[in-house]
């Protein structure tokens, strides 16, 4: 019997996503993993699909900017549509055995999958013909409502990108499109038809059931990630902050990061967040003097495939006035740069990320 490997990221990066898809789709082409389904939460981000109009974006750069929403183009089908927190999004990475090579018949499967989930939470859903993704209401219905997106890319019957169900969702985000190019019909989540949050991983543990039943597969386990943490050193407030940045050796890369590190045997972030600061840079700072940035997201580490997954958490420290920065062996030299110039020399997203969560702390 098949089976699906199902990976519960929580928050990822759009761009690691993207990463993390395309390592799964090698390494499920190559026959080096089996089927995968990556169930996971974007931060707020609009995705154009090939077939999107760009005038589907009603807000303007600034007032995305604003809004701290960023715009991707990918290789799905259809328009333009949202992801954002409390949305659970689905990555199913499948290589569509000869009884199942059949466009239409993926899409309605997986079509399948979000309305027997959402029937769990007594909503009957389904879907309308003339417009693509799971609805309440029929055409009909002045009230209908899209409460999942369906994107999806095929190639050689191996599949990628998915659905996005709207969970807890800021619905108000969907102001800035016109959702999947449709003028004439809303969006909704489980929140606004129920009338309360909802427990996303409980809807993520029901998707997964449901994708393992209509694809007629087992759940396989899978590995637990590389646990790891990153730092982010400032000092000064405001305007004047400057953030601590490191450059790798070169046999280790020669990138540029804040204090990075992976977590030893027993021990908790905050733990391994002070072990780094401390060897990375001689500074032993008491444990209330760790803040945590309520920030913790998962990526590929590298290129390799399969590939190797990191659930990272981040932390800030603020560095005390006089105080020498000793580094070690694994990095060639240090910077203290101001916010702007940080974020434009640190690589990736995450790191990035935890700077801006940083600075932003009064």
Same mark, same amino acid.
């Given at each position: ?202 809807? =993520? ?5 449901? #994708?393992?039943?209509?694809? /007629?597969?087992? !759940?396989? %386990? *899978?590995?637990? +990630? ?114 702007? =110039? ?5 690589? #990736?997203?995450?790191?990035? /990320?935890?700077? !801006?969560? %940083? *600075?932003?702390? +009064?």
């Amino acid at each position: 019997m098949n089976a699906i490997t199902v990976y519960r990221l929580g928050r990822v990066e759009y761009e690691d996503g993207l990463n993390l898809m395309a390592l799964f789709a090698r390494a499920r082409a190559q026959e080096l993993v089996g089927d995968v389904l990556l169930l996971l939460e974007h931060p707020p981000v609009l995705t154009l699909g090939r077939g999107a109009k760009r005038e589907n974006i009603l807000a303007s750069d600034a007032q995305l900017q604003a809004a701290g929403v960023e715009v991707f183009e990918t290789n799905r089908g259809g328009d333009v549509t949202y992801h954002g927190p409390g949305q659970v999004v689905g990555y199913p990475i499948f290589k569509l055995p000869p009884g199942r090579q059949d466009v239409r018949r993926y899409v309605r499967d997986v079509e399948r999958c979000v309305i027997d989930t959402l029937a769990r939470y007594g909503l009957q859903a389904g879907t309308i013909v003339r417009w693509p993704g799971v609805w309440l209401g029929t055409e009909e219905d002045p009230r209908a409502r899209k409460i999942a997106a369906i994107g999806v890319h095929i190639s050689r019957w191996l599949t990628t990108h998915g659905f996005a169900l709207n969970v807890n969702t800021q619905l108000e985000h969907f102001r800035l499109i016109v959702p999947c190019g449709i003028q004439e019909k809303g969006v909704t989540s489980l929140q606004r038809e129920l009338g309360r949050a909802v427990d996303v991983p409980e809807v =993520e543990e029901v998707l997964a059931e449901q #994708f393992c039943r209509v694809f /007629e597969s087992e !759940r396989a %386990a *899978a590995p637990p +990630p590389l646990r790891t943490v990153s730092v982010a050193v400032l000092r000064g407030r405001g305007a004047d902050a400057e953030v601590l940045v490191l450059q790798r050796t070169p046999e280790r890369g020669g990138f540029w990061q804040i204090v990075t590190g992976c977590l030893e045997a027993g021990e908790s972030p905050a733990e391994a967040a002070l072990r780094e600061v401390h060897e990375e840079l001689g500074l032993a700072p008491e444990p209330s003097q760790l803040l945590d940035l309520a920030y913790r997201h998962a990526f590929a580490l590298g290129e390799q495939v399969p590939p190797r997954l990191v659930e990272e958490t981040a932390f800030c420290v603020r560095w005390p006035a006089g105080a020498e920065v000793r580094t070690g062996p694994e990095h060639a030299a240090f910077e203290w740069l101001r916010v702007p =110039e940080a974020l434009q020399r640190l690589p #990736f997203k995450g790191l990035r /990320e935890a700077v !801006r969560r %940083a *600075a932003a702390l +009064p």
